[in-house]
């Protein structure tokens, strides 16, 4: 799964999702059923998702997709 598939919020599984935060941001510290990734930026948007069932939460995907803007927002600026 990549990036341009995350265009239904609602039909993308935990799993593929994890995978993409962790190309993206390497190996998450994992807390409980929490996966927090570290950013190379401080503040928002902080990334902390948990697995609930097979399915992604909406706002995980939504926050992902932010969490990727910055990201190319900050190598932009480099």
Not at 6 to 18: A, G, H, M, Q, R
Not at 22 to 39: D, L
Request: hydrophobic share 30%; no cysteine; charged share 35%.
């Amino acid at each position: 799964m990549e990036k341009d598939q995350l265009s239904n919020p609602k039909n993308v599984k935990f799993d593929d999702l994890l995978k993409i935060y962790m190309k993206y941001f390497g190996n998450p510290r994992i807390r409980g059923s929490h996966h927090i990734f570290k950013t190379p930026w401080k503040g928002d948007p902080r990334i902390n998702i948990q697995k609930e069932g097979k399915m992604a939460k909406p706002y995980q995907v939504k926050l992902i997709l932010k969490a990727l803007e910055k990201l190319e927002m900050e190598n932009e600026n480099k």
